[in-house]
């Protein structure tokens, strides 16, 4: 069983960063691919960015790329999310995931994901 839990999340003006974590309970963290997908309201829930169990292959879709850093630390269970310049449009609930294969490879489509944190809201004003 594994269960994540996701932190840093909060209200913050346009322009602004922001890191969220992502804590890990259960086995083999370090074999296992992360991931993070947000949902804004009334649309559907969005890939944001992957990082393989190695943390060697890293996905963002093209429009975060620069803007958005995921990375890992597996002495202590946890994957992190830092984003940057943020925009009013970015505000949404962000869900930390967990491939269900592991020792595979970084992917952007949430089917891959089995294991999937509660949500932490981040709200970016104008």
């Known amino acids: 069983q594994v269960q994540l839990v996701e932190s840093g999340g909060g209200l913050v003006q346009a322009g602004d960063s922001l890191r969220l974590s992502c804590s890990a309970s259960?086995?083999?963290?370090?074999?296992?691919?992360m991931g993070w997908f947000r949902q804004a309201p009334g649309k559907e829930r969005e890939f944001v960015a992957s990082i393989s169990w190695s943390g060697n292959t890293k996905y963002f879709p093209q429009a975060e790329k620069g803007r958005f850093t995921i990375s890992r630390d597996n002495a202590k269970n946890t994957v992190y999310l830092r984003m940057n310049s943020l925009k009013p449009e970015d505000t949404a609930v962000y869900y930390c995931t967990g491939r269900s294969i592991l020792d595979s490879g970084a992917s952007t489509d949430p089917v891959d994901y089995a294991y999937w944190g509660q949500g932490t809201q981040v709200t970016v004003s104008s």
């Open positions: 259960g086995r083999s963290f370090s074999r296992r691919t």
